[in-house]
T-cell receptor
């Protein structure tokens, strides 16, 4: 059965800290891995990683895909209170037409 | 403006009643999805549709039903058979299955 596991489930840091969120997966015929940020309502897209694009960076956020270890990390440097959110990892496999989501990591950044 | 809309934002239902949640998109996307999110948890797939007039069950389809008569619309009915329907419901769409999904603002359903 396809599965996506995120860790830690929750994390509390102070402004300025660097955090690393983890996502591991077991999926048939991996196609892509996506990261989303969810603050109050709708998740917003951060990155998509594929075999041809294993590293992405946008400002203080960056993500790497390790296809050998079947995992990905999301790094946030110099955290700010606005980074407080649930971070969701999702994986597309086979040609099922759907994403499999992990449980999410709840990040709280304290002033 | 292109996007996904969901209505209503908040919905209250008495036990034993069916309710229908609306989801509309004007992104010209073929695929649409319904998820349920419970407090402190990730998203669980209820139903999805890759093309008009076709849909598949997700991981937790029991007690729910959908239709896909138009490309733009994918309404979700929460039936009285759903034992624990209180949750946050998110609708999403994508150009095709397996790629980036765009989410609507969600509907929070509370059963009284």
């Amino acid at each position: 059965e396809d599965k996506v596991v995120q860790s830690p489930l929750s994390l509390v840091v102070h402004e300025g800290d660097t955090v690393t969120l983890n996502c591991s997966y077991e999926v048939t015929n991996f196609r892509s891995l996506l990261w989303y940020k969810q603050e109050k309502k709708a998740p917003t897209f951060l990155f998509m990683l594929t075999s041809s694009g294993i590293e992405k960076k946008s400002g203080r956020l960056s993500s790497i895909l390790d296809k050998k270890e079947l995992s990905s990390i999301l790094n946030i440097t110099a955290t700010q209170t606005g980074d407080s959110a649930i971070y969701l990892c999702a994986v597309a496999g086979s040609n099922t037409g759907k994403l499999i989501f992990g449980q999410g990591t709840t990040l709280q950044v304290k002033p | 403006d292109g996007g996904i809309t969901q209505s209503p934002k908040y919905l209250f239902r008495k036990e034993g009643q069916n309710v229908t949640l609306s989801c509309e998109q004007n992104l010209n996307h073929d695929a649409m999805y319904w998820y349920r999110q419970d407090p402190g948890q990730g998203l669980r797939l209820i139903y999805y549709s890759q093309i008009v007039n076709d849909f598949q069950k997700g991981d937790i389809a029991e007690g729910y039903s959908v239709s896909r008569e138009k490309k733009e619309s994918f309404p979700l009915t929460v039936t009285s058979a759903q034992k624990n329907p209180t949750a946050f419901y998110l609708c999403a769409s994508s150009i095709d299955g397996g790629n980036e999904q765009f989410f609507g603002p969600g509907t929070r359903l509370t059963v009284l």
